[in-house]
């Protein structure tokens, strides 16, 4: 039985593209960035968005082989138990639905920062509230209503950030004639009594950056999910892969390089946008609040993403029978009805996190759900490596493959190091060691689980 017999293939190539933009142009980048910049100055965030880059670049590269071969709604979690093992697989299905759930808690949550731009006395959860209706909505009737809506809200903050980067190159060559080379850049380089260079806080900063840094790309993965329901998926996928990639690393580089110029690093902060600060800082007539407006849009995309592949998730395990079966029913419109509340109800407890550390809780957030998405991403490389072998194993050639990862196994160990090291950077910041312990805990928590319950399913246990 095809298990995705009852999803609608509904999506279209052009919905897969702009899910890639939506899910990873959200918080890290359009928020995030302030942090970033902050915190490994200018040169130094420049520097880790290069190195996310790269590491992206090959995930994507590895899911590319794997989606066109085996476009599942199930994805990372359906291809770890098939090419890892099934606790592997049943460990990636958490940890994709947790940086999801926690995401969405994360933009609901920025998005109450903005909107306090224009009305400080109202408190964040309404806006919580207001979010949640809109994104369940587009989420609830039909995944042609999901890939609209996306559709619409990318487009937004594609064109907002096309306006941002042309406006930006213009600004740069317009400083460049008056003032100079030296001083048009002077935020990259650093110099007082103490101190002379373009790393303030020490080379060290940018791998402890590097983690929050890949949180901006997170998202780009997310058409491993939408395949499951994209019509004729072996041809959408390449095209997906091919369209997004570089369309984002110019844009998420671009942008950083922008904001660096005109931002001193003291200026940025994680509670407010350096889109919106760097306009205001350029003294652009109201486009402090159009940038707000478009902002909020971005990050309810992000947020529409990231409700649609949580509840794939949740719904993916319970097909394999690794939760109860009413979270596998799909209504009659396509949709996994009950996994979508689930992960709706389980990101709006991300809002108490706010209540009880309003300062820290984006960067704890982020933490946890960067982490997470690491250890998704080193699966994906584990997993495409072994669907390789087991495809030569079965007497197949390469070239009949809908899309080829190049490089194997290059390719593969350079995203698992890349991962591996944004994790050991991490660690060496305090702020962020916290979450790296409480992923491990739900690790080893899940891992349990999943080893005490596995004899209630009747799933065969081989990697294939």
Same mark, same amino acid.
């Given at each position: 039985m095809d298990k995705d017999k009852l999803f609608v293939r509904d999506l279209k190539t052009r919905h897969l593209v702009m899910i890639a933009f939506g899910g990873a142009m959200g918080t890290g980048l359009f928020v995030g960035t302030g942090e970033s910049l902050h915190t490994a100055g200018p040169l130094g965030t420049l520097i880790a968005y290069?190195?996310?880059?790269?590491?992206?670049?090959?995930?994507?590269?590895?899911?590319?082989?794997?989606?066109?071969y085996f476009p599942n709604t199930g994805s990372f979690g359906d291809y770890a138990y098939r090419f890892i093992s099934p606790s592997a697989g049943y460990l990636v299905f958490w940890l994709y639905w947790l940086n999801w759930v926690t995401t969405v808690?994360?933009?609901?949550?920025?998005?109450?920062?903005?909107?306090?731009?224009?009305?400080?006395?109202?408190?964040?959860?309404?806006?919580?509230?207001?979010?949640?209706?809109?994104?369940?909505?587009?989420?609830?009737?039909r995944v042609k209503v999901f890939g609209e809506s996306e559709f619409i809200l990318s487009s937004i903050k594609?064109?907002?950030?096309?306006?941002?980067?042309?406006?930006?190159?213009?600004?740069?060559?317009?400083?460049?004639?008056l003032n100079g080379f030296e001083i048009t850049f002077a935020n990259f380089y650093f110099h007082s009594d103490s101190y002379s260079g373009f790393?303030?806080?020490?080379?060290?900063?940018?791998?402890?950056t590097i983690l929050a840094v890949n949180f901006a790309f997170t998202g780009t993965e997310a058409i491993g999910v939408a395949i499951g329901e994209t019509k004729d998926p072996a041809k959408a996928m390449p095209k997906a892969i091919n369209a997004t990639l570089w369309r984002l690393i110019v844009f998420f580089i671009g942008s950083v390089f922008v904001i660096a110029t005109f931002m001193p690093m003291?200026?940025?902060?994680?509670?407010?946008s350096p889109f919106v600060g760097v306009l205001e800082m350029l003294k652009v007539p109201f486009a402090g609040d159009?940038?707000?407006?478009?902002?909020?849009?971005?990050?309810?995309?992000?947020?529409?993403?990231?409700?649609?592949?949580?509840?794939?998730?949740? *719904?993916? !395990? &319970?097909?394999? =029978?690794?939760?109860?079966? @009413?979270?596998? /029913?799909?209504?009659h419109r396509g949709i996994p009805i009950n996994s979508l509340c689930l992960s709706m109800l389980v990101s709006l407890l991300g809002l108490l996190t706010y209540f009880y550390a309003p300062k820290s809780v984006i960067n704890n957030l982020i933490a946890v759900s960067s982490l997470?998405?690491?250890?998704?991403?080193?699966?994906?490389?584990?997993?495409?490596?072994?669907?390789?072998? *087991?495809? !030569? &194993?079965?007497? =197949?050639?390469?070239?009949? @493959?809908?899309? /080829?990862?190049?490089?194997?196994?290059?390719?593969?160990?350079?995203?698992?190091?890349?991962?591996?090291?944004?994790?050991?950077?991490?660690?060496f910041d305090v702020n962020q060691r916290g979450a790296i312990y409480g992923t491990i805990i739900f690790c080893v928590v899940f891992l349990i689980i999943y080893f005490i319950t596995k004899h209630l399913t009747k799933e065969k246990q081989g990697i294939i």
């Open positions: 290069c190195v996310a880059a790269i590491i992206v670049y090959s995930i994507m590269l590895s899911l590319g082989e794997l989606s066109s808690a994360i933009e609901f949550i920025a998005v109450g920062f903005l909107m306090g731009k224009w009305f400080p006395d109202v408190p964040i959860w309404v806006w919580v509230v207001c979010c949640t209706v809109i994104i369940f909505g587009f989420n609830f009737y594609v064109i907002a950030v096309v306006i941002f980067l042309i406006f930006g190159v213009v600004m740069i060559a317009y400083h460049l004639y790393f303030p806080n020490g080379f060290e900063a940018v791998f402890v003291n200026s940025a902060t994680i509670t407010e159009i940038m707000n407006i478009i902002l909020i849009f971005a990050l309810l995309s992000t947020a529409n993403t990231g409700l649609y592949t949580s509840a794939r998730m949740i *719904w993916g !395990l &319970a097909e394999k =029978k690794l939760l109860p079966k @009413l979270f596998a /029913k799909i209504n997470a998405m690491m250890l998704v991403w080193v699966s994906v490389s584990i997993a495409q490596y072994r669907f390789r072998k *087991w495809y !030569l &194993a079965q007497g =197949k050639k390469v070239e009949d @493959l809908p899309y /080829k990862t190049p490089l194997t196994p290059g390719i593969q160990i350079l995203g698992i190091i890349g991962c591996v090291f944004s994790i050991i950077g991490a660690y």
